[in-house]
Every structure is written in structure tokens, then in C-alpha cells.
């Protein structure tokens, strides 16, 4: 781990640890605040503000603290009347199939602010902009300028040779990601070559001979599929990542590190420079 992301850590382990220990304290504004992404509830809790959150969708499981708040349903089935019981002052969505649910929220003159972090550059300006919302500039510029470091770092050290790299998300069917998906973008970063550059959607369904095709060098599984069933799947055994037991799964490395955009994909980024250094060796 570098330096940098020793740094990035020991904040985010601050935050985490003095807002644990105030939490029967509330803000001078008293906000109540709402949140129904897992990556925004993250960012604000990063930003010392994990104490304001009063209802969240049941993906919002870090930091593990955010376990024990209300839940208001599930990322793709918010449940409105647990958010109006909530009375909150301010409401954070996604973008995607949450766009039609804050419409309807902003129509009930309710405070809603849409957070959806598409690439890495916009991870940075998402922190900002979240700590405007919440009152929490300061750490904001704090948080974001580590995370645009560590991203340049990363971007003016590449490596001399890059790693094909295909990363599964679904096994039924199988679907992977695409160069402008975030997650293709972390790929990329960190220095592999994603081997579904264009897809018909940022994630989209592939077909099997796609891959064995693509020969790629090192394989990232998120679809919980076990090693002996993707050797057994025809024509995969000679993939070089297989054969060459390249195979990573999510006890390798945290997918929230690499699907969600949190301050965590630093460390994500890290993780996948590291691995893709070893393929070189």
C-alpha cells in the first residue's frame, strides 16, 4: 500500500471513529438526511456526516455502522411512505431507475440532489459537491484532492505492457462491463486493457466464445462463480488467465472497491496496478 493510500485510510478511519462516538450528538442545523445510494451514504459518512443519515436503502452497508439505520427498501424498490415518515430535510438519489422516484419526491416539495459519479473524474467533484450539501467543505477539498492525487499517480506511472483484462459481474447470463463504464474506467486506470471495449450498455450481457476469443491475460470474477466451474466451461481451459492462474475473486480483492465510486476505489485502483504488475513478472 502506498503511502498516499495509507493516508486516504487513516482519514476515512477518523471520520469514521469520532463520528461513532458522537453519535447521540446532531448538527447545529439538526439536518436529517436521507439516502438511498450506497456510494453516497459512504461519501458522507467519509465526511464525518454518518450521524445526520437517518434512513437508507439496504445497499448502504458501509460503514458497517449505516447497518443499524432505518431502512427506507431497496435501491431499486424505495419505499416512499418510509421516506415521507422520516421527514427528511434533504434526500440523495442515483441516477438510473431512481431518476422517475425523484421526480416524484421533488413534486411532494421535497429536497432531492441526484449523485451519480459516471467516471473517476467525477468521483472528486461528487465529493465536493456533497460536501457543499451537508456543510462539509472542509473535508470535502481534503477528501478530493487525496483522491486526484492518487488517480494521477496512478495515471503517470503506466505500465510498459498492459494486461487484457475481463472482468465478470453476472454468470446467468454472463455479463461484463464496457470501456465507458465506470468500472471499465477503473480497468483501464489502473492499467489493464479491458477486453470489452464497446458493449451494447456501460454492463451488458457477452456471449462465452467472446471471451475465449479475447484470450484475456487475468480474470476478475464477481459473479460467485467457483474456479472449478469456469475451467469446465468449453474452451475456457486454454484462456491465459486460467491456464496461467490469473483467476481473482472477491476474497482477492473487494468488489465495492471497484464497483462503487467511493473514496475506497483508491484502494481498488492499487489493488488491480499491483496485480496487473505481477502479471508482468
Do not use: H
Request: glycine share 6%; proline share 5%; hydrophobic share 45%.
Amino acid at each position: 500500500m502506498t503511502k498516499l493510500a495509507i493516508v486516504i485510510t487513516a482519514l476515512l478511519a477518523l471520520s469514521l471513529f469520532l463520528f461513532s462516538c458522537n453519535k447521540e450528538q446532531k448538527t447545529a442545523e439538526g439536518r436529517r438526511i436521507v439516502v438511498l445510494s450506497p456510494e453516497v451514504a459512504e461519501i458522507i459518512a467519509a465526511l464525518g456526516g454518518a450521524d445526520e443519515i437517518v434512513g437508507v436503502t439496504e445497499e448502504c452497508d458501509y460503514p458497517p455502522s449505516l447497518r443499524q439505520t432505518q431502512k427506507v427498501g431497496k435501491f431499486g424498490a424505495v419505499k416512499r411512505e418510509a421516506i415521507l415518515a422520516l421527514k427528511p430535510d434533504l434526500i440523495f438519489t442515483s441516477a438510473l431507475e431512481q431518476e422517475a422516484l425523484a421526480g416524484e419526491l421533488r413534486k411532494l416539495e421535497l429536497r432531492v440532489e441526484s449523485i451519480y459519479p459516471k467516471t473517476i473524474s467525477d468521483l472528486p467533484v461528487a465529493v465536493l459537491r456533497i460536501g457543499d450539501l451537508i456543510g462539509r467543505q472542509g473535508a470535502a477539498k481534503a477528501l478530493a484532492d487525496s483522491i486526484t492525487r492518487a488517480i494521477l499517480d496512478l495515471r503517470t506511472q503506466p505500465l510498459a505492457r498492459k494486461p487484457k483484462v475481463y472482468l465478470e459481474i453476472y454468470r446467468d447470463p454472463l455479463m461484463s462491463v464496457a470501456d465507458a463504464s465506470f468500472v471499465g474506467e477503473v480497468i483501464e486506470t489502473a492499467g489493464g486493457d479491458n477486453i470489452f471495449p464497446i458493449l451494447e450498455r456501460d454492463y451488458a450481457r457477452i456471449e462465452a466464445e467472446d471471451v475465449v476469443q479475447a484470450a484475456p491475460d487475468i480474470m476478475i470474477c464477481f459473479s460467485q462463480d467457483t474456479l472449478d466451474n469456469i475451467k469446465a466451461r468449453k474452451g475456457w481451459q486454454d484462456i491465459p488467465a486460467i491456464r496461467n492462474q490469473r483467476v481473482y475473486f472477491e476474497a482477492d480483492i473487494d468488489p465495492d472497491w471497484i464497483l462503487r465510486a467511493t473514496p475506497r476505489t483508491v484502494l481498488g485502483l492499487q489493488r488491480l496496478n499491483a496485480m496487473f504488475r505481477l502479471w508482468r513478472e
